[in-house]
């Protein structure tokens, strides 16, 4: 309940969104998109932008941890919220495989790090809460698109493993075990969430209001999945690694050509919600969940073309990179926009 002295910093520290960290994912894969296509400055930008939005939202995280800590435990119970948290996950490690591919070692192995713990601790905390705070259909109805960021969390620490392994020396085995555990948890926890929201659509179905951007992670999942995959293809010759890198590799191909079917229909619906149902289209912290998945494909696109020798498919991943900054900056603008009105607004009184 907002106490009469609270101030603005205050109350929107209480009414953080947990899943905020999607700003650094979106941030960070398309500047690491663009550092792949060679338009450094850009990238340094948005890397600076980054780095910046995960200082502060880790800052504002922890304040509101210390401060407000019965709203963090609802929105670690919620089955709306608590999936949420893993864009900690997915942005620390995001943000480190940017810093690597500047051949940045020491930043990035701590970032791997903490997003390795966090990623632990959390796959077991919030599915344990939600879980034992709700029961059947509550839970089926609080099933919504931001349950794929676990996944996500899961492919990214394979990514920034994969990332480091190949300059990690001693570390290799130790990497490539990590990166080829976590892309193979992620893979499973795709299909089995992507289930449960098709069990969902044909027996509840989903609301029109509910249908919003964080869906698009189900596009952003299955890329994630292929820029994972084909990290690991390009990974050294160890011995897990050359287990499975002809499946990896053939897995990487279906799961780009799965998140590109999915794009037109995520369009789709975005028409059906905004044109047709009239949902007004204006900020929140949730779009960045679907600036990040098109970032992602497009780098996903890149890397796939390089790794499986398919040009076309990085043709079609250095293509979209545009689209997706393009999206970025639409959101970036609005969301200043957004915190400016906001510090100017005038103050509620307290009970109205």
Known sequence: MEQPDESRIAQAVRTLPPGYFALVMA????????????????????????????????????????????????DFAGPQNGFSFFTFVAGTNVLGSRLAADNVAVIPGVLLAVSFAAWIVLGYVIPGLVVSRHQGDDILNGLNGTWFIWSVASQSVAVLAASLEPTAGALSDALSIIAVLSWGIGLILYGVIGCAVVIRVLTRGIPVSQMGPPYWVTMGAGAITVLAGSRIVEMSDTAMVSVVRAPVAAAAVVFWAFATWLIPGLIGIGIWRHLIHRIPLRYEAALWSMVFPLGMYAVAGIYLGRADNLPIVGWIGGHFLWVALAVWAIVFIAMIVNIVRASVRPREPVGA
């Open 27 to 74: 941030t960070g894969i398309i500047s690491l998109g663009l550092q792949l296509e060679g338009y450094d400055a850009l990238s340094y930008v948005l890397l600076a932008i980054a780095a910046l939005g995960y200082a502060v939202l880790v800052v504002l995280t922890a304040w509101r941890g210390i401060r407000y800590p019965g709203a963090v435990v609802r």
